[in-house]
């Protein structure tokens, strides 16, 4: 089992910046990825990032490219997503995952653990 924990949440402004970030207590089994999915009220989860480890490889959510990157502490086994320029439309939950497999890191089915979430509200 692999536990992971985020950080960084918190209200801002439209336009501010936040740094999300993702801790796993273990690295998992396989050529593993882990990703940022998100939640706003009434709505579905959404996909918003996802990096591999071995080779870095970056996917993400098209209204957040250019605003959002996410990277990869190896060392310590950590995942960030600075998010810049937010807007009130990135206001949700945003929750950690990994994936053993780094397939359909697009698709909820792709994950095999998730973190508790953390509050990302942004206010016009």
């Known amino acids: 089992q692999v536990q992971l924990a985020e950080s960084g949440g918190g209200l801002v402004q439209a336009g501010d910046s936040l740094r999300l970030s993702c801790t796993a207590s273990?690295?998992?089994?396989?050529?593993?990825?882990m990703g940022w999915w998100r939640q706003a009220p009434g709505k579905d989860r959404e996909f918003v990032a996802a990096i591999t480890w071995n080779l870095g490889v970056n996917y993400y959510l098209d209204s957040v490219k250019g605003r959002f990157t996410i990277s990869r502490d190896v060392a310590k086994t950590t995942v960030h997503l600075q998010m810049n320029s937010l807007k009130p439309e990135d206001s949700a939950i945003y929750y950690c995952?990994?994936?053993?497999?780094?397939?359909?890191?697009?698709?909820?089915?792709?994950?095999?653990?998730w973190g508790q979430g953390t509050q990302v509200t942004v206010s016009s």
């Open positions: 273990r690295r998992p089994f396989g050529n593993y990825a």
């Open positions: 995952a990994a994936s053993t497999r780094t397939l359909e890191l697009r698709t909820e089915a792709g994950y095999d653990y």
